[in-house]
């Protein structure tokens, strides 16, 4: 199977997935591939070795900011029952979703990464602004502190108007934010 082939197909067709199978699967350069085009379906059957690597963690969320919530739920993913190893490598996986410098990668790629980001994240002001600046609406998943901050709350408006839904606000001083806008 020529995997630059796939690649191509995937690009014009990208529900095109079952074009997918065999060594490709367990290609780790060829997973990061996908990412990058937001195919992530199949990052399931990522080899346990690449999702013990943080450095190959970090480069996928980099490429495909989702892959996060992907990593919290790998070992509901694999329940290959002739391998009970496997499901130990992988219920003793780093938590990445508390990895500052990995959640930081995937909101700066995809700024709804944050939901899946632990909770001590979402009150951190960097990991928050990063993802209200590549999407206003993750403010949705801001601690409540961080959705009355007035730095934040401008920088998610400014990015998508909808955000002042999701800031922490009394609806009188939502509305005088929108007519300060207008």
């Given at each position: 199977?020529?995997?630059?082939?796939?690649?191509q197909?995937?690009?014009?067709?990208?529900?095109?997935?079952?074009?997918?199978?065999?060594?490709?699967?367990?290609?780790?350069?060829?997973?990061?591939?996908?990412?990058?085009?937001?195919?992530?379906?199949h990052?399931?059957?990522?080899?346990?070795?690449?999702?013990?690597?943080?450095?190959?963690?970090?480069?996928?969320?980099?490429?495909?900011?989702?892959?996060?919530?992907?990593?919290?739920?790998?070992?509901?993913?694999?329940?290959?029952?002739?391998?009970?190893?496997?499901?130990?490598?992988?219920?003793?996986?780093?938590?990445?979703?508390?990895d500052?410098?990995?959640?930081?990668?995937?909101?700066?790629?995809?700024?709804?990464?944050?939901?899946?980001?632990?909770?001590?994240?979402?009150?951190?002001?960097?990991?928050v602004?990063?993802?209200?600046t590549?999407?206003?609406l993750?403010?949705?998943?801001?601690?409540?502190?961080?959705?009355?901050?007035?730095?934040?709350?401008?920088?998610a408006?400014?990015?998508?108007?909808?955000?002042?839904?999701?800031?922490?606000?009394?609806?009188?001083?939502?509305k005088?934010?929108?007519?300060?806008?207008?």
């Amino acid at each position: 199977e020529n995997k630059e082939v796939i690649l191509q197909a995937l690009k014009n067709n990208p529900g095109a997935e079952e074009l997918i199978s065999g060594s490709a699967l367990e290609d780790e350069s060829f997973h990061l591939k996908l990412l990058s085009l937001q195919i992530i379906q199949h990052f399931s059957k990522l080899p346990v070795e690449a999702l013990l690597s943080r450095a190959y963690v970090l480069d996928a969320v980099s490429r495909c900011g989702l892959v996060l919530k992907h990593l919290n739920e790998l070992p509901s993913y694999q329940s290959n029952e002739d391998d009970v190893l496997i499901i130990k490598v992988l219920q003793d996986l780093p938590i990445y979703r508390a990895d500052k410098e990995i959640v930081l990668a995937a909101v700066k790629q995809n700024g709804w990464s944050l939901q899946y980001a632990d909770n001590a994240l979402r009150d951190e002001k960097e990991i928050v602004v990063a993802a209200v600046t590549q999407n206003g609406l993750a403010i949705k998943f801001a601690s409540d502190s961080l959705k009355r901050d007035k730095e934040l709350i401008d920088l998610a408006i400014r990015n998508d108007y909808f955000a002042i839904k999701y800031i922490g606000l009394s609806p009188i001083r939502k509305k005088e934010i929108l007519n300060n806008l207008i």
